[in-house]
C-alpha cells in the first residue's frame, strides 16, 4: 500500500517538474508511472529519467523510500520466519531454568544433609551400631550424592555453571566423613 502511495506521488510530482522542460524525457502520466515503478523497485532501466533538478530530487527521495520499503519488508519476512524458532528456543530455556531449578533445590537439601551428618561425625561414637548407623547414612548420602551429579550433567554444562563445583565440593566433604566414619568404627 505505502509502496503505491510512493509511485503514484513520484510520478505525479515528477511529471509536473518534467513537463517544463524541452529536454524531458517523462513526458506523459504512463511515462511518469514507468519511471516511478522502475525507480522505486531499484531496477532504473534508465529508458526514461528526470533532467530537471526538481526532477532529480523527488527521484532521489523515490529511491530513498523505495530501499526504505524493501528493507521494511525484508525485516518483517524475516521477523515472520524466525518467530516459531524463537518460540521453541524460549520454551528450552524455561525448561532448563525449571531444571535448574530443581537442581538447586536438592543440592541445598544434600548440603544441608552433609551438614548434619559432619556435625555427627565430629561427636565420638558409643556403639558399633553408632558407627555403623553414621557410615550407613554416608554411604546413602554419597550414593544419592552421585545420582544427583550424574543428573546434573545431564542437565546441565558443567563448566558454565557453580552448581558443578558446588557439588564436587560436597562430595569431597561427604568422602572424607566417609573415611573420618569409617576410622571411628575400626577404633571402636
Known amino acids: ?14 511529471l509536473n517538474f518534467e ?7 517523462i513526458e506523459s502520466p504512463e511515462d511518469a508511472l514507468w519511471w516511478a515503478l522502475a525507480t522505486v523497485t531499484g531496477v532504473g532501466y534508465g529508458d ?21 520499503l524493501f528493507a521494511i519488508l525484508a525485516s518483517l519476512l524475516t ?3 524466525l518467530a516459531p524458532q524463537e518460540a521453541a528456543q524460549d520454551q528450552e530455556l524455561e525448561s532448563i531454568r ?4 530443581d537442581i538447586e533445590l536438592h543440592l541445598k537439601d544434600l548440603s544441608s544433609r ?8 565430629d561427636r565420638p561414637v558409643s556403639s558399633n551400631e553408632q558407627a555403623d548407623l553414621q557410615l550407613s547414612e554416608m ?17 546441565t554444562n558443567p563448566a558454565d555453571t557453580e552448581t558443578s563445583r ?20 575400626a577404633n571402636v
Open 1 to 14: 500500500m505505502m509502496a503505491l502511495l510512493v509511485v503514484f506521488l513520484g510520478s505525479i510530482a515528477v
Open 19 to 25: 513537463r517544463t522542460s524541452h529536454d524531458a524525457l
Open 48 to 68: 526514461f529519467y528526470p533532467v530537471t533538478s526538481g526532477g532529480r530530487v523527488v527521484g532521489a527521495f523515490t529511491m530513498i523510500l523505495g530501499l526504505a
Open 79 to 81: 521477523a515472520w520466519f
Open 98 to 101: 525449571g531444571c535448574l531449578s
Open 114 to 121: 552433609v551438614s548434619l551428618l559432619s556435625l555427627t561425625v
Open 139 to 155: 554411604i546413602t548420602l554419597l550414593r544419592e550424592m552421585k545420582e544427583f551429579h550424574e543428573h546434573s550433567l545431564e542437565a
Open 166 to 185: 558446588a557439588m564436587e565440593d560436597a562430595s569431597d566433604v561427604a568422602s572424607h566423613m566417609a573415611a573420618a566414619a569409617a576410622s571411628k568404627t
